[in-house]
């Protein structure tokens, strides 16, 4: 290598990979095979993401000694690498210093640390609370010398953040900026992104390499798109989304500074195709990272349990996907035929066990205390609760994890059953509204969407979106009996849930006062519930659990 030429052309490779919380070796090898193909591929310089030899984010895990001492002990195998004349690294991982417990980054050349960095503005809001594990950087950090170029690597948040970071980079000579990120999914997230960077571009007229992790980490999915802006403020590199991959950009110095002279440029997907990308890879990662086999669900003939269905089969192949209809004498024999006709369309193991005889037998044990009493919630909760039994029956026989169906509608409103419907180890839908469901539904029948293990065509039969959702725990059932039409319930709840709307706003869009404020007490009560869910794929700006952490003892209403 030639100090000259090094100084004017810099190769960097983007590794946007899928790292694993607390593996710590695998995060190693991920990270070797990276560095290798990027060297194959002629870069002088590895940007890794966030974290990444711990995984991000690993939450109290960093409160260990031990693995902590056990990440930088394995970063430190990575620089040693860097030996062999190929190319530098940037690479995240947990540091303890006399300063604290920090979310650092080591950039190594030469088989040594020549810098390392720490993460100054730690985000505390949302799904983020690493104020509660780290302590911030000091914040004058200026750029490392880079064979020759002096490169800014803030981490993160940042760039999000007003702590001026990047513009104290730019003042203390940075020619381009490194990012590592691990920046979750939710939709139009890209475009806040973009934002986000090209104001950190105006403020410093610095290029920008944006470098995000890809993957599921429990109800975090990591979407990965990875991106670059020329000082130009133009969009000059964008790596695909929800995909591994290790790509180089080069960078050329001119007059004006460092410029794009070759980078990739994908496709993004949008809408539909993000959201059902979304749950698919969290659904795939959160069953091969806990090292199940398979899944097993209940097949209702419904339209949730059939998006259910679809995903954990382009999720996971209909090999490992184990579909059950669990009938009593509520289902129609719409139901049943609907059901059987999307296991076959995804060409997915499908039984069928009939519920009559314990629903039967729970009604007789408890015939001597019921007596006198009507008939009405409990024995419809024991016919769900008869099929939750089966099921985590089935899946302590088999191994096979449940995936449990429930949409965000009704978690909101709670319009599930504890220990019935809610049973199940992961939820794809969890954060999907009732109308989103149907429209991700038709979407998936037009379309296979990349890294699907499943079928093309009609995957969930037109007869289940088209007809009128109903639980089908008594003659006749309807959804729309006890809650308002979806549409409108979808949008009164993404007033509560997603903007936090007060009454009188919600009111203002044309809905009535009875219904605002029945929904608005449905959401409040059923905290209870949503705190003993599976945890299941943040789709939205606030999902319930890490963004939205209401009391279960509450009994505040709005009033106004």
Known sequence: MTEVSQMNVLRIAIAQLNPTVGDIAGNLAKARAARAEAAQAGADLVLYTELFIAGYPPEDLVLK?????????TALELVADTADNGPGIVIGTPLKRD?????????????KVIAERFKIDLPNYGEFDEKRVFQAGPELQGPVNFRGVRIGVPVCEDIWGNLGVCE??????AEILLVPNGSPYHRDKMDHRYQVAIRQV????????????????DELVFDGASFAISAEK????????????VLVTTWKREESGFVCAEAPMSRLPENEEADYRACMLGLRDYVNKNGFKSVVLGLSGGIDSAICAALAVDALGEERVHCVMLPYRYTSEGSIKDAEACAKALGCRYDTVPIVEPVEGFTSALAEMFEGTNSGVTEENLQSRSRGVILMA?????????????????????????????NGGFNPIKDLYKMQVYALSRWRNAHVPATALGPSGEVIPMSIIEKAPSAELRPDQKDEDSLPPYPVLDDILECFV??????????????????????????????????????????TRKNFGRDRRY?????????N
């Open 99 to 111: 300063s604290g417990l920090h979310n650092g980054v080591l950039i190594a050349d030469g088989g």
């Open 202 to 217: 105006i403020e410093t007229n610095l290029p920008l390499i944006y470098a995000n992790q890809v993957g599921g980490q």
């Open 234 to 245: 133009k969009l000059v590199m964008q790596m695909s989304q929800f995909e591994e991959s």
């Open 498 to 539: 997603e903007n936090e709307m007060s009454v009188p706003e919600v009111l203002a869009r044309g809905h009535d006062r009875e219904t605002v404020e029945r929904i608005e007490n449905l959401l409040y009560i059923a905290e209870y519930k949503r705190r003993q869910a599976a945890p299941g794929v943040k789709i």
């Open 65 to 73: 000694p031990a693995f902590v001492a056990a990440c930088e002990r």
């Open 394 to 422: 089935i899946s302590n026989k088999f191994g096979a994890m449940v995936v449990t169906t429930g949409n965000k509608s009704e978690m909101s409103v709670g319009y599930a059953t504890l220990y019935g419907d809610m």
């Open 551 to 559: 009391p279960i003892t509450n009994r505040f209403r709005d009033k």
């Open 168 to 173: 104290t980079l730019a003042e203390s000579g």
